[in-house]
Every structure is written in structure tokens, then in C-alpha cells.
Nanobody, 126 residues
Framework: QVQLVESGGGLVQTGGSLKLSCAASGRSFSTVAMGWFRQAPGKEREFVSVISWSSDMTYYAESVKGRFTISRDNAKNTVYLEMNSLKPADTAVYYC???????????????????WGQGTQVIVSS
């Protein structure tokens, strides 16, 4: 199973940028899809983006499309989420998650993922 540790969160003003990283340990990282989710206070965890194991396919929630970019470096066992043009509505704890080996890459439900990081807080001030 993959163990995940997120970093890169922080406080940023509206319109600013942040780049989140998720470092993975475990042999299966390069063979599974990786996703990013977020959870704001009092709200359910919501899908943000997913990337296939080979990086050839990505998918984004409508709310972040055109502003966020997911990428991964399998040699470094790391997945990234570059966030631009941030809005106060982007304020949340951001989690990376690892999919299961052998399943399709396009998974948007939290229950489709088998490993989770502890989360990193992103606060966008107005």
C-alpha cells in the first residue's frame, strides 16, 4: 500500500498561486492513478483532479479547470497540484489519494481511493 504525505499548503491572497506536493512511499506508486481532493469546513470531501499512472490523462473538477494543473514524477514518487488564480472558495484542506492497482484511472469518488495523506491546509484570503 502507498503511504502519502502532502506539503505546500499555506495562506495566500486572492489571485495568488500555490504548488502542493504529495510524496509517496511504496512500490506501487507508479502503477496507480493519483487524485487530489479537498474538504472545506462543514462540507463533504470533494474531488479536485486525477492523473493516470503514466501521466497521459488528467481530469479536473469544473470548479478548478483552467486554474489548477496536476502532474506527477514517478521517478520521485511525487504528485503535484499547481494552483493558480486562487479564490476564497478554494480554501480547504487538500488531500492526495492513491487509486487501486488494476482499476480504471478516472475515479472521482473518495471511496475509489485506497490510501490517503494527512492533508495540507490552503487558505485564500480575500
Amino acid at each position: 500500500q502507498v503511504q502519502l504525505v502532502e506539503s505546500g499548503g499555506g495562506l495566500v491572497q486572492t489571485g495568488g498561486s500555490l504548488k502542493l506536493s504529495c510524496a509517496a512511499s511504496g512500490r506501487s506508486f507508479s502503477t496507480v492513478a493519483m487524485g487530489w481532493f479537498r474538504q472545506a469546513p462543514g462540507k463533504e470531501r470533494e474531488f479536485v483532479s486525477v492523473i493516470s499512472w503514466s501521466s497521459d490523462m488528467t481530469y479536473y473538477a469544473e470548479s478548478v479547470k483552467g486554474r489548477f494543473t496536476i502532474s506527477r514524477d514517478n521517478a520521485k514518487n511525487t504528485v503535484y497540484l499547481e494552483m493558480n488564480s486562487l479564490k476564497p472558495a478554494d480554501t480547504a484542506v487538500y488531500y492526495c489519494a492513491a487509486g487501486s492497482y488494476g482499476s480504471g484511472w478516472l475515479r472521482t469518488r473518495p471511496g475509489d481511493y485506497v490510501s490517503w495523506g494527512q492533508g495540507t491546509q490552503v487558505i485564500v484570503s480575500s
